[in-house]
């Protein structure tokens, strides 16, 4: 492992060199954890020409406990108590010996900037672009791996919560039990805010709950995934309340299924994104619901929840083996509710058995 | 309710036409919010020349829920559909006659900045800085009355967890416990992430909660608030495990204590942010523990639980009345634990009572 964040950073730096650039400050925190194996908070990642350094600003004194468990630092940590890292970095960098530093210009303010150029007003500043986030849409095995736990916290959260009773809890109750059992099997905390959708609000997969009850006949929709060791995995299923769904339920679970299966069916390496995309939303357009439809089908999952790339109808590009995905559809009828089915999985080669399903919990429409 | 964001949108275009700027552009989300009563995700507020308007990237189609139950919008939405509603707002702003639009530097990346002077090169970008965030630091009773609830629910939720068995559970579960109670109690959700600290642990104030468990003979500290309709607050209370704290645990808990109390009873409309945080410090530095503290005391606390005023040996400028603050010193010993006491109050004139106290629970040092 430790060897990892090593030639990630040689990766960066001969990319860097290539676009003229000896060195390269990285800001965006993902970015930074993805290099430095950390990323405690407002630490930026100065590479070469010299030694690679993690610039932090002063943690509050006597807090050690502010760093992360799940983090382990793996480059040298300056500390840089008096004042903004990226100012000290730039300094670092124009004393090294840099005449360009390539900065992440999509993350650094114009404040930042600013003050970076009247440090080193002999260095100039270059664009380091979406480099990083590039370089990590494909993941090696322990990233794989870390995912794989992920998930297998997150089935057994959901799993649990489906055993209990669920009519007349708040949708709001539901998400932060979902949780507090995220974190009892063993996750770091929630990958993103979880939602839980009854009855009208179903199938929406940005719901925030409310303090709505789950009634019987509802359909219910969840959406969680774990934090584990910063690898964030995403499952959405629906289900419905009560002895049995009604027929409109079973006619669009079963379409939002297809749709879904379609997505998964077209995970392969080479598959253009616009075309995974196109393999769930045809479905749903055929079928009439193509207006209230999401812009996208799923996206990249790994240190954040929503990573490159993004599977939608202008996206362009194609999948690689090893980049791990969420396909995840989803209809939403107002004033009635909705269906939405997501999985995490990773794109492999037919020949080593098409593409991982990580998350495991079973996509049969539930009577619960 | 609906006149106050028309007033301090008028207030803020006052500022800046006596900078020479027509237009402004607020990107932070907290000062969006201040301004416009709500801050979907993305959105920005574009201030004249002509009519207010909240410029929104598209929501996830279907996806009404995305908005926030405890935001109430005031004033015109435009959707950006097509890429970053701050490139539309420069557009808007160049058609609208203006030859000039202040901007939040300290908010705005690089990249987009530079992409708002390629689509309106005749518009000349000028630096808003921080005038949002100063208009924000005296509250109105309207905001002091959501401070109140917001202390409400936490006292409340504190309150419970201290009556329920602690010896064996762990910082994590504790957390979690705690965070429920915020939002059975009527919160929008913790106002930060919850600090629970036992034994070595105790006293830091970001201690991120482990799997340590409460033993007897700990100290145990928690630090916590609510967010209530987006306004914030701040408790930190230590605790000692067991039936009888130790002599050092008490020395050290009084010596703590008596300095939040100097802290405290230092606040008044007209004092400095130093002489503050010096009433606090310097019985912590002449009781030998200057070298371990934070550096600062406390700050302001609103729609972000961390806002100026900072109370630290080096900050400039007085109180005003009706400033909310944090008072929270602390002390940690290596290896041993540590007590550290949070109040959020409101800077009152003495005339009406002096430093008003909103977070209510008990500064007594119970065993539990």
């Not at 932060?176 to 996750?187: K, T």
């Not at 090893?322 to 509710?337: A, D, E, F, M, Q």
Request: charged share 25%.
């Amino acid at each position: 492992m430790s060897e990892v964040h090593a030639v990630r950073r040689g990766l960066l730096r001969d990319r860097c060199a290539a676009a003229g650039s000896a060195a390269a400050l990285v800001s965006r925190p993902a970015n930074v954890r993805y290099l430095a194996g950390g990323a405690p908070p407002g630490a930026v990642l100065l590479l070469g020409p010299g030694e690679d350094v993690l610039l932090c600003p002063r943690a509050p004194a006597g807090e050690p406990g502010h760093g992360r468990p799940d983090e382990a630092l793996r480059v040298d940590v300056l500390p840089t108590p008096d004042g903004d890292p990226v100012v000290a970095a730039a300094g670092l960098a124009a004393a090294s010996g840099a005449d360009s530093l390539a900065v992440e210009e999509h993350d650094l303010t114009v404040a930042r900037h600013r003050a970076m150029a009247k440090a080193a007003p002999g260095l100039k500043l270059a664009d380091l672009g979406f480099t990083v986030e590039q370089q990590r849409i494909v993941k090696d095995e322990e990233e794989i791996g870390c995912l794989r736990i992920a998930a297998e916290i997150t089935d057994q959260a959901l799993g649990e919560l489906l055993e209990s009773i669920l009519v007349g809890r708040t949708e709001r109750h539901l998400a932060l039990e979902l949780e507090r059992r995220l974190v009892d099997h063993g996750a770091d905390g929630p990958a993103f805010a979880t939602s839980v959708a009854t009855g009208p609000n179903s199938g929406q997969g940005r719901h925030r709950p409310s303090d709505r009850r789950v009634e019987e006949g509802d359909f219910l929709s969840v959406r969680l995934g774990a934090n584990y060791h910063g690898y964030r995995c995403e499952i959405g299923r629906t289900f419905v309340i009560g002895t049995a769904p009604a027929p409109w339920q079973i006619e669009l679970y079963d379409l939002v299924f297809a749709a879904q299966r379609g997505g998964r069916e077209a995970l392969a390496p080479g598959a253009a994104y616009r075309d995974v995309d196109r393999a769930a939303r045809h479905l749903l357009e055929s079928a009439g619901h193509g207006e209230g439809l999401q812009p996208w089908t799923g996206h990249g999952v790994g240190l954040e929840i929503e990573e490159d790339p993004q599977l939608a109808p202008t996206a362009m590009g194609k999948l690689d083996a090893c980049v791990p995905v969420t396909v995840g559809p989803g209809v939403h009828l107002p004033g009635r509710g909705g269906v939405r089915i997501d999985d995490t999985l990773v794109v492999r080669p037919e020949a080593d058995g098409g593409p991982e399903l990580l998350t495991m919990t079973t996509k049969e429409l539930l009577a619960l």
